[in-house]
């Protein structure tokens, strides 16, 4: 093709370079300096935001209750052949080694021996010595206070980045709930708090902190409290908080240090159940 080509009687450039002061060709690149492609000689701005690995990751505590595997676990295994079975029951959640493929804990079916069975099969093989600890997702099953807060996390892998995009809120509870409680509760003193720790700073963000259902619903304009079935059944405490939708996602980088934490600074032990899950994809994927 000619470097130039007559359009209407005038000289248009099509192609050049540097050495003949021409323009040059560009290419776009991402932050990974992967080549933004196009379509047809379009921008496929739909790139950008098409991810593949999700995250889907319980603020959890660990208990430092903890095996090895001793046989190696395939892909699509449903059960586990630990070293030592002991303080392993049905009903517990588990971390099957670290976090790099699998971010969605699995929970124990039961246990016979040193066989555990699970509640789901293995997406990734699981080596010899390979750790298992069970860990805690339940955020009111512990009683906290401002000078001794119970921590939940959630913390990537060392070698992986994580973009946290919202969260999924959820109390069971035994009464009905409305925007002056937290949960079925009176309303709390100290609250529950939600930050971001920058391990490259050694500092924390503060997100919120929660003293009732009003101030969750201030921050996700999001909240439900669930009717429950006729005869019977528990009430609930629901929202969605949304960091995209005002622009932002969190970005934790396991290099770094980085993680976000709640921390439960009053005693809500009288709640049914607690849970909160955070939602994102890893960087680049």
Do not use: C
């Amino acid at each position: 093709m000619p470097d130039t080509i007559t359009y209407e009687g005038e000289k248009l450039q099509t192609a050049g370079d540097y050495i003949n002061g021409r323009i040059p060709k560009v290419a776009l690149m991402d932050g990974l300096g992967n080549p933004i492609q196009s379509l047809k000689g379009a921008l496929n701005i739909h790139q950008a935001g098409v991810h593949t690995s999700p995250i889907n990751d319980s603020f959890h505590r660990h208990t430092g209750t903890i095996t090895t595997l001793a046989v190696a676990a395939s892909i699509g295994a449903i059960s586990l052949t630990v070293a030592s079975s002991v303080g392993f029951v049905a009903g517990d959640s588990i971390q099957i080694g670290d976090h790099t493929n699998d971010t969605t804990h699995t929970k124990i079916l039961s246990v016979v021996g040193n066989v555990i069975n699970l509640n789901r099969s293995l997406g990734h093989i699981r080596a010899i010595g390979t750790s298992v600890e069970i860990i805690i997702i339940d955020i009111s099953s512990t009683s906290g206070s401002m000078a001794a807060p119970i921590s939940y996390k959630i913390i990537p892998s060392l070698g992986v980045t994580w973009h946290i995009e919202r969260f999924n809120l959820e109390m069971v509870h035994g009464t009905a709930g409305d925007l002056s409680l937290f949960g079925n509760l009176t309303a709390l003193i100290n609250g529950v708090l939600l930050r971001r720790y920058d391990g490259a700073t050694a500092t924390f963000s503060t997100y919120t902190v929660w003293i009732s259902n009003e101030d969750i619903f201030l921050d996700t304009a999001r909240i439900e409290f669930p009717v429950r079935a006729s005869g019977g059944g528990s009430y609930a405490t629901i929202s969605v908080g949304s960091f995209a939708d005002i622009g932002v996602t969190i970005k934790l980088d396991a290099l770094a240090g980085d993680y976000l934490e709640v921390l439960v600074q009053d005693d809500i032990t009288a709640l049914t159940s607690f849970r909160i899950r955070a939602q994102g994809h890893y960087e680049g994927e």
